[in-house]
């Protein structure tokens, strides 16, 4: 094969392997430079009405709020856990512990990170979602690198979008 | 194609020992003893190829309707038997008739419904075995099992058949596999894709561009054509709408258009002439009505707009008259 005969074959063949190169490296490589996230965050599950929260942070505290649910209606059960960012794991607390965490409900934390929900998958034709099953999933966001977070969202087929899940409440001071 | 084209092709193929002298002058005696049976014949072959293609993806439809309606009731051997065990079938059929030049064109038409059947035969196979047919891991093995068989295939047997199945699996390989590392990443959105199509385009364009080389040069006007749409339909959304307008695609986008105007003399397409001239229309439309339609009001902004679209009609025919005619 003559290389000049077959220029543009070698370069149809290397764009999408060189694609396929730099979508990796502009996934993993920012990772390996960013500093490691060090605040933990509180978040809830379950607490969600039609848009409405029952818990929100009020200078620098957890507090509830009435919400009106109709009659028939019954709200799941909220629950609370603070999750460790350089174990990417979480733990369960009660809420009265949740009340005693000093919060700060700024989107980005003081070491540069926010959580973020994933972007919608567009799947192999642009227009339709992808069928994967993690729709819309969590992640921490900072320095140009973003992490997939393992939270304890909940999944028993109420809520499609895991922003419906799970909400971040503060990071902890 | 054009007497020289044809001439030059003719030259590149001896050049290549793909064709002999004998064969040449077997083809100029017989177009000068009977014209208009030749003509006739190539009428019929034509309407026996397409049949054959028909018939192929009736024989897919009547195997996807079977599993669909009778899915609960079959066993799991039952489904992959008639799916997969179906595509394998047609692909072993092809391999034995492809042997037999008579019957090359049927060897064809099986592998066709192969190329349909296995992707189906796969996915049932790999949800009997408890997996999300739906996620991009699923998506790039069942891609790239095709695109390996179909590859392996085109080296044995050198057939442009396989040159499309493995341009149309190689492109559902890139983009599963770009979905399966990315998956929802927040820095990747929906422009991401754009880009994937745009390389898209580029790719086939180029591919085009290399079968006008081999004795594959009848891919080429498919390809020209799916390349510069797919091209120039990216580069146009990546543009996007005032105000979240990409001020560098936006710019960028009336050179890209006149550069493949352009190339479509160079390489004598119509597809690129063609789909410059719809997609520069199309631009001129979405920045008058983008930026003028409230500046300039939306008369003056239409009849500005329809001047423009009929000076793109006149450059469009006479470069047409002038160089692909």
């Avoid at chain 1, 063949?13 to 060189?18: D, K, N, S």
């Avoid at chain 2, 049976?37 to 897919?60: C, K, M, N, P, R």
């Avoid at chain 2, 789909?275 to 009505?289: D, H």
Wanted: proline share 3%; charged share 15%; net charge neutral.
């Amino acid at each position: 094969m003559k290389p000049q005969k077959n220029i543009s074959l070698i370069i149809g063949l290397a764009i999408p392997f060189l694609m396929i190169v730099l979508v990796a490296a502009s996934i993993y490589l920012p990772g390996l430079f960013a500093p490691q996230p060090t605040v933990n965050f509180l978040y809830v599950t379950d607490d969600n009405y039609y848009q409405g929260h029952a818990y929100v942070v009020e200078q620098g505290k957890l507090t509830k709020r009435e919400v009106k649910y109709p009659e028939h209606f019954t709200p799941g059960v909220t629950r609370f856990f603070v999750h460790d960012v350089s174990a990417n794991d979480s733990k369960e607390v009660s809420f009265g512990e949740a009340q005693q965490l000093h919060l700060d409900a700024n989107v980005k934390s003081s070491d540069g990170y926010e959580v973020v929900y994933g972007s919608a998958e567009y799947g192999f034709f642009p227009l339709l979602f992808s069928g994967d099953r993690d729709h819309n999933s969590m992640y921490l966001k900072g320095h140009s690198a973003s992490k997939k977070l393992k939270l304890q969202t909940l999944n028993d087929g109420r809520y499609y979008y895991s922003r419906d899940r799970a909400r971040f409440l503060g990071w902890i001071r | 194609m054009n007497k020289e084209e044809l001439l030059k092709h003719v030259r590149s193929l001896a050049a290549q020992h793909l064709i002999t002298r004998d064969e040449v002058t077997a083809a100029f005696d017989a177009g000068t003893s009977g014209g208009s049976d030749d003509q006739e014949v190539t009428h019929q072959t034509g309407i026996s190829h397409i049949l054959y293609y028909v018939g192929g993806a009736v024989v897919f439809l009547g195997i996807a309707v079977l599993i669909w309606q009778h899915w609960s009731a079959l066993g799991s051997a039952t489904k992959i038997l008639s799916t997969l065990g179906s595509g394998i079938a047609a692909y072993v059929a092809a391999t034995f008739l492809i042997r037999s030049e008579r019957l090359e064109t049927a060897s064809r038409a099986f592998y066709f419904i192969s190329a349909l059947v296995m992707p189906l035969g796969l996915h049932v196979t790999f949800d009997v075995a408890g997996l999300d047919t739906g996620s991009h891991g699923v998506q790039s093995l069942v891609s790239g099992i095709l695109l390996m068989t179909f590859l392996l295939s085109y080296f044995v047997y050198r057939k442009t058949v396989f040159t499309i199945f493995n341009v149309i699996f190689g492109t559902w390989l890139f983009f599963s596999f770009t979905d399966l590392l990315v998956g929802s990443n927040p820095n990747f959105n929906w422009e991401f894709s754009a880009y994937r199509v745009l390389c898209t385009g580029l790719v086939y364009a180029l591919l085009g561009h290399y079968f006008t080389q081999t004795s594959q040069r009848a891919l080429t006007g498919a390809l020209y054509g799916f390349g510069v749409f797919l091209f120039l339909g990216a580069a146009l959304a990546l543009g996007d709408w005032k105000p979240n307008q990409n001020g560098f695609w936006e710019l960028v986008f009336p050179g890209l258009v006149f550069g493949v105007m352009f190339l479509s003399v160079y390489l004598k397409s119509k597809a690129f002439l063609t789909f410059g001239s719809i997609y520069l229309m199309v631009y001129i439309l979405k920045i008058t009505a983008e930026y003028f339609a409230d500046s300039l009001g939306w008369p003056l902004a239409l009849v500005l707009t329809g001047l423009g679209l009929i000076a793109i009609g006149y450059l469009h025919l006479n470069l047409k008259k002038k160089y692909l005619s």
